[in-house]
């Protein structure tokens, strides 16, 4: 849904529909990219976490699908422009040359970004379902919003321990002074 665009909402059940539609994209966008960052990635650790994610994501999309079903609704995909966004940043990074370790944080990074977008849209829409009393829902979003942060704390652990400490640093100097 475009920030700006026309969508019509007239109670918080239709928000709670395009949100999940909105995400479902998200998700099904997200299968066909991970595979690429996976085989971009240059350290291990850091190529079976986009492995791990993808197959989470697998059930991210399954938990969308019952959500779908307990609405009584077929799925259905609304773009989702952020994640659309985020998967061409990602994309840059892999396409990018230079050092792999480098490489490597800049894969992280763009995965990060993914899922703190992912993270807002999951507590969103879990909020929304139990507003709603949409309880198994809920606890479904629950579960994914909890393994989209762990993926998040995976990423960081990587960064922490491994490639960022692998990554060359160039002196940084500085050419600007503030008053």
């Known amino acids: 849904m475009g920030l700006f665009g026309t969508t019509h909402f007239d109670d918080l059940n239709d928000l709670f529909v395009q949100q999940i539609e909105d995400l479902y994209d998200a998700e099904n966008r997200l299968l066909d990219a991970l595979p690429k960052m996976r085989d971009a ?9 986009f492995e791990n994610h993808w197959e989470e994501t697998r059930q991210h999309a399954q938990r969308l699908n019952n959500i779908f079903r307990q609405l009584g609704r077929d799925p259905q995909r609304e773009t989702c422009a ?3 966004g985020l998967i061409k940043e990602g994309q ?16 992280i ?3 990060q970004r993914v899922e703190h977008y992912e993270m807002a849209g999951y507590g969103t829409v879990r ?5 709603l009393g949409l309880v198994e829902a809920a606890s479904l979003l629950e579960r994914t919003l909890d ?3 762990s993926a998040n704390e995976k990423l960081t652990q ?5 490639v960022n400490a692998a990554a060359p640093v160039a002196a940084v ?7």
């Open 127 to 131: 909020t929304l379902a139990r507003r």
């Open 158 to 162: 990587i960064a922490e321990t491994s």
């Open 41 to 49: 990635a240059h350290s291990p650790e850091l190529k079976a976490a």
């Open 82 to 84: 952020a994640m659309k």
């Open 173 to 179: 100097t500085a050419t600007t002074t503030f008053a």
């Open 92 to 107: 840059d990074m892999i396409n990018a040359t230079g050092n792999p370790d480098v490489k490597d944080a800049a894969l």
């Open 109 to 111: 990074a763009a995965g």
């Open 147 to 149: 393994e989209e942060g």
